[in-house]
């Protein structure tokens, strides 16, 4: 373990031209090692961190000792990367030296809004937990006194700040044994009473029995209550169970290939939905119906599976729209029925419409397109695809189909300039940066080395939040630098610090939110950090005649490369290997060994390779059997894949954890050999998918 004093946070940017080369070389620079920037956190650094833990874990407890806070004390004349955190030290040392009702009013008022407040910083997220433990505080202090006692404007007026916080659910113990303990003073009761139904009723929330008992009820908030029977949890699960039967039958009769009766169903399904949507959750019917289709569709039943996809249609959330319109044109898909999906187009204007649609329709609006007649605008579709979705499998699946359309007339170069910028992102030396972000990213790596995910998702935010102007120290440089240029020198420079810190999972999460919020561009430099190549010797050791590129695709989907990564379901390691499958392979192997990254590649690359061995060298029937079972596959073989096209079979695997599973590695497997500098565009798609387990000499990485 390294010491504090010698641990290097943040890495130095790049210098490295070698990816910006027009022929694309990755190879030669994939394994170049960074500068470290040799930015530490020191040891008072790391104490505050884990005092700030203390007091966080103690907060949320209702608890605020005065020990902890002293604690705090003690950093205040040294030198530290909390700073951000000293107006918080001084508001707990205020908060407990209350006394009476002048010193809480005084230091105890809510700072934090918004329940529903999205914190930004550490500062931030600590306020919320002092407001809470203030609100805490009131209800406790204020059952101290005699239930007699007449509440003063500043009791009334906190109690309504506060509200929103009790309606939401906090404190309910308190808030109860607050409620009952003025019961018998009628008047004071009915005020807290009439503040807390307000909320209620606002908010469209029923409180629970115990809160619900405790109060004054009034006339009004029974007329709400009978007006809004949904809130009742016993209710709103009736309407619930009943729909979920009505989508039972309907599936039962599409297992039967009863089509006529499994419409009956669905639409009185639908019906019954539509009557009572308030009970009924939305995204659970919707896909009920759309289950339904999909069994009617795998019965051979393709026309009346149409029929109930567009029912599924008509009660679909606008965040379901994509994937509604898709299954409208699913089974024509599947079929290669092009004019149809064409007159699907066209009567719903799906590519007049294209930028509201996720890139997998986009896909298919755009191939049908270039199916059907119209290249031109097929063509710029794709284009289109790429330049917003870079990072998705149906963005390099638009790059290939645009290559093909080429033939060879433009080079690999220019059609992959289209997914990957030639410019190389700006570069800033340490010393043009601020110490706000230098503070930050130290307790960013304190919060690491503590495991508190909270506060360093918190920091991560905080990071991406901050202004060209808190980002630089300088006013007048921090103007030279373009908006665009300030993100993009945030997100990959974390990428490169988390990756350093070997949190692969995080940087992945921090890229991809970036690229959704259009905040960098995908180029040649940020494709070495988010494809790593940890354990390449040994998954080239383990290869024998599989490809390592595909190991290590699969290696960067199952675990982001945490060896002691695991599974709910029990899977473990690397490749996430089940204990029961090692056993297959080595009947000595125990769970503690699946952790050894030696042991697990060694038995999960066999595996894949009796896998692949088994289904002939078809990647995606091993991809999805890796993930979902053997015996699935062999089953949607016989009963659901209808022909041997490999994006026909990914879009009928029933599974959408499966599906996705085999997308993303065939996108981490483009990328990787983008790294290792092999041709992966005039290669024709459905090769792509096929595996050539002889003997062979493995391109060096």
């Known amino acids: 373990m390294l010491r504090l ?50 007091l966080f874990t103690e907060l949320g407890k209702n608890q605020l000792k005065k020990k902890t806070v002293d604690n705090l004390e003690k950093y205040q004349s040294r030198s530290h990367s909390f700073s951000i955190l000293n107006p918080i030290h001084n508001r707990l040392k205020h908060i407990l030296t209350i006394n009476d009702q002048d010193s809480f009013y005084k230091n105890c008022a809510i700072v934090s809004k918004n329940s529903n407040v999205t914190t930004e910083n550490i500062a931030d997220r600590i306020n919320i937990s002092i407001d809470r433990y203030c609100r805490f505080s009131f209800l406790k202090k204020l059952s101290l006194l005699s239930p007699n006692v007449n509440f003063s404007s500043r009791d009334l007026a906190y109690f309504k700040e506060a509200s929103p916080f009790f309606g939401n659910g906090e404190n309910q113990t308190e808030l109860i044994s607050f409620l009952r303990h003025f019961k018998t003073n009628t008047i004071e009761h009915e005020k807290l009473s009439n503040i807390l139904m307000e909320q209620y009723i606002q908010n469209r929330v029923k409180p629970i029995s115990s809160v619900l008992t405790s109060l004054k009820v009034s006339n009004q908030f029974n007329k709400f209550l009978q007006n809004n029977l949904h809130l009742d949890d016993n209710s709103s699960s009736y309407f619930q169970d009943e729909y979920q039967r009505l989508i039972r039958e309907a599936q039962e009769a599409a297992e039967k290939s009863d089509a006529p009766l499994t419409k009956t169903y669905v639409t009185s399904a639908v019906n019954f939905y539509i009557k009572n949507s308030n009970f009924i959750n939305n995204k659970k019917a919707w896909y009920g119906v759309i289950l339904t289709g999909k069994t009617l569709f795998y019965k051979g039943k393709d026309k009346e599976s149409l029929e109930v996809f567009s029912i599924a249609k008509t009660i679909c959330a606008k965040e379901d729209i994509s994937e509604s319109y898709f299954y409208m044109i699913w089974p024509y898909v599947i079929n290669k029925d092009y004019a149809s999906i064409r007159n699907v187009i066209d009567k719903n204007n799906l590519d007049k419409n ?46 290939k189909e645009l290559a093909s359309q080429n033939k060879g007339a433009v080079s690999d170069t220019e059609i992959l300039s289209k997914l990957l910028s030639k410019d190389e992102p700006a570069e800033y030396s340490l010393d043009k940066t601020s110490s706000t972000l230098k503070d930050s990213l130290k307790r960013l790596a304190v919060w690491n080395k503590l495991g508190n995910e909270r506060f360093a998702t918190l920091e991560l935010r905080y990071i991406q939040s901050l202004t060209k102007d808190e980002t630089f120290k300088e006013v007048e440089f921090s103007k030279s630098v373009t908006t665009q240029d300030h993100k993009e020198f945030l997100v990959l420079n974390l990428v490169r610090l988390l990756n350093s810190q070997k949190r692969y999972i995080t940087s992945f999460k921090v890229f991809q939110e970036s690229l959704e919020q259009n905040s960098l561009t995908l180029n040649y430099k940020l494709i070495k950090f988010l494809f790593p190549l940890n354990y390449i010797d040994l998954i080239k050791k383990n290869s024998e005649n599989l490809d390592p590129l595909i190991v290590i695709s699969l290696i960067r989907q199952e675990s982001g490369f945490n060896p002691e990564a695991k599974s709910g379901v029990g899977a473990k390691g690397l490749m996430q290997l089940m204990p029961a499958t090692a056993k297959r392979f080595n009947k000595r192997v125990r769970v503690k060994h699946l952790g050894n990254p030696e042991i697990n590649v060694a038995i999960g690359s066999k595996y894949l390779r009796v896998l692949l061995s088994r289904f002939d060298g078809n990647l995606i029937y091993a991809l999805a059997s890796y993930n979902a079972g053997e015996s699935r596959i062999d089953r949607w073989r016989k009963e659901i894949f209808r022909n041997d096209d490999p994006l026909s079979i990914i879009e009928s695997i029933p599974f959408e954890e499966t599906r996705n599973y085999v997308k993303l590695i065939y996108r981490n497997n483009f990328f990787y050999s983008l790294l290792a500098n092999k041709p992966v565009l005039m290669i024709p798609l459905e090769e792509t998918f096929k595996v050539n387990l002889l003997p062979k000499k493995v391109t060096k990485l």
């Open 354 to 399: 294209f930028e509201k649609y996720d890139s997998k329709l986009q896909y298919w609006i755009a191939f049908t397109l270039l199916k059907t007649g119209d290249s031109k605008k097929g063509i710029t579709l794709l284009n289109k695809i790429i330049s917003t979705s870079p990072y998705t499998f149906y963005s390099i699946i638009s790059l």
């Open 5 to 54: 004093a010698t641990l290097a946070l943040f890495t130095a940017f790049y210098l490295s031209a070698a990816l910006a080369t027009p022929n694309f070389n990755f190879a030669t620079s994939a394994l170049a090692e960074d500068a470290p920037f040799n930015l530490n956190y020191s040891p008072t650094d790391y104490d505050y961190g884990r005092d700030i833990d203390l």
